[in-house]
């Protein structure tokens, strides 16, 4: 890509619920050939293979499979340090086959950017981190999210917008498009919204004291344009 500042290796995306974070970091992914690490999918996948009674345990602590699925069926963040833990092993594996990383959904709680960054830092240099916060009232949060579908076949998030309500299959592999049950129900919606702006928002300060690059977009606009906005901060 031209223009491209060659410092930056790890991208984090920061945004709410139906900010098109998963749209926007699949496609940066493709154009800049970053990891794209998507930690919801990540998570999930071990919480789908785990056994009956499973868990993992961190500093002592016992974390049930079930009881984080439960969790995130409500709405509500997975428990930081069973997140930070898995991720933490990932960018340590990636970091090992020297790729870059986009975050779509890490960090998603300070505990878990105190765990995250710090490693970042010293695996990727100090300059090599830049956050990208796409701004979306709670309205357009909403709308979007109780419209929002994804393909049957890789799970290709298809964000509400007028170039793609007509869509019946994925544009990417033809397969399904699908609603998530549960968890795009308005309800959830709201409890997803508040976890949010109570948990995750916070960790704005947070990155301003480890002294990085903030990078601000308009998430109100067709994906293209968040896209080339986001394509321009990285210059
Ligand atoms: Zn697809």
Known sequence: MKNFNNKIKTIIILGAPGSGKGTQSALLSEKLGFYYFETSKV???KINRAKKGGYVSIDGKKYYFEEEKKLWQSGK???PPFVAAFVQEKIKELALSKQNIIFAGSPRTVYEGEKIIPLLKKLY???SIVVILIEQSAEASIFRNSNRRICEL???PILY????IKLKKCPLDGSKLLRRKGLDDPET???RLKEYRERTLP???FFKKQNLKIKKVNGEQSVADVF???LKSLT
């Open 43 to 45: 998570g999930e996948e």
């Open 77 to 79: 963040l997975w428990s």
């Open 125 to 127: 240099g100090k300059e």
């Open 154 to 156: 890789v799970r290709h």
């Open 161 to 164: 917008s007028k170039e793609t």
């Open 189 to 191: 919606i709201k409890v």
């Open 203 to 205: 960790l704005v300060d």
């Open 228 to 230: 080339n906005d986001i």
